[in-house]
């Protein structure tokens, strides 16, 4: 009797050897896997115990903004203000977060994205805070940062943030009366005559990225930012160079002379309160009234006005929100 029970337990290691050393086997068909086919985020995810449809992710793999509002798709009989009295946000919202031009129509089937709050989105550009892009607003960082839960003060580039409140930064400028003969029409020359508009096919180069373009061609550099004593940034270009608008807009100022130290100066009104600088130029070739593009030429790179020996050829850009100087390196992307 004890030999026996001695072979049992043989017997049983033995096959626990075996199966810990041999894999268990299974059917071919078993083991063959489906194609495997890319869906474009199309799932759903649980959150706080409800099923939504993801959000599209960026290509760094966060989650959009959005993905705290939802996607309505236009049915036959809604229209703007509709929505906003569905949806308890302003008709605004709705239209600066779809990017609908003016007048824009919503035909039954397109989808539009409802935000939870009034305000707009915003995507994360390299080189951004959290900080930077509350002030380009003028919102509360911490606002913006309970709106998208965020913790710290990480963002990528690509993500997306609801700014509540936000406004768009450029907006359709005001339109400026002014007539031909008009001492305020015609740049100041100090009895000299004002050198003639260029040729419209010169008048725009390639705009560049940001909310504003950058005032001057790639070849230019800073060399002077913005600081507690110096509410602009200087930017100079070897041996001049040309002035373009940073962004769509009206000329509300352009003056030859002193003028306070900026020599010869162009202001932009934009809309929405933004008001750009360009001092110290050479020549100007816009006058009070005329609209601008984005990118379009405005004068030639000089040093009028305050400027300290024959190096300073320069570029002195200013931008104002509500009469209050900004730092331009909020809005422009070197």
Request: hydrophobic content about 40%; charged content about 20%.
């Amino acid at each position: 009797m004890h030999w026996l029970s001695l072979r049992v337990r043989l017997a049983c290691g033995v096959a626990l050897l075996v199966s810990l050393l041999v894999p268990p086997y299974a059917p071919r068909p078993a083991m063959a896997f489906d194609d495997v086919r890319s869906f474009d985020q199309q799932f759903l995810l649980v959150e706080d115990g409800f099923l939504m449809k993801s959000s599209s992710l960026t290509q760094q793999g966060g989650r959009r903004a959005y993905s705290e509002a939802i996607v309505h798709t236009v049915k036959e009989g809604d229209s703007l203000e509709r929505l906003s009295l569905r949806y308890k946000i302003s008709k605004e919202t709705i239209i600066w977060t779809n990017h609908l031009p003016e007048g824009a129509t919503i035909h039954p089937g397109d989808e539009l994205v409802i935000l939870p709050v009034d305000g707009l989105l915003h995507t994360v550009k390299a080189g951004q805070t959290l900080l930077g892009i509350a002030d380009l607003y003028n919102v509360p960082a911490e606002t913006v940062a309970q709106q998208n839960k965020i913790k710290g003060s990480f963002l990528m580039a690509g993500q997306e943030l609801i700014i509540p409140g936000g406004k768009p930064i450029v907006t359709k400028p005001v339109v400026v009366a002014a007539a031909t003969a008009s001492k305020s029409s015609v740049p100041k020359s100090n009895g000299r005559t004002p050198p003639p508009a260029k040729p419209m096919e010169e008048l725009t180069t390639s705009p560049t990225s940001g909310v504003l373009q950058k005032p001057c061609s790639a070849n230019c550099f800073i060399t002077q930012y913005f600081t507690s004593s110096h509410y602009a940034l200087d930017l100079q270009e070897k041996g001049g160079g040309a002035v373009y608008a940073a962004e769509a807009g009206t000329v509300i100022r352009a003056d030859y002379g002193w003028d306070g130290g900026y020599g010869n100066v162009i202001e932009i009104d934009h809309g929405n309160d933004l008001v750009t600088l360009y001092a110290h130029n050479k020549e100007l070739y816009v006058k009070v009234g005329d609209t601008v593009q984005r990118g379009q030429l405005i004068a030639a790179m000089g040093n009028t006005g305050l400027v300290y020996g024959a190096t300073g050829i320069h570029i002195h850009f200013e931008v104002r929100v509500k009469g209050v100087k900004k730092n331009p390196l909020l809005y422009i992307e070197e």
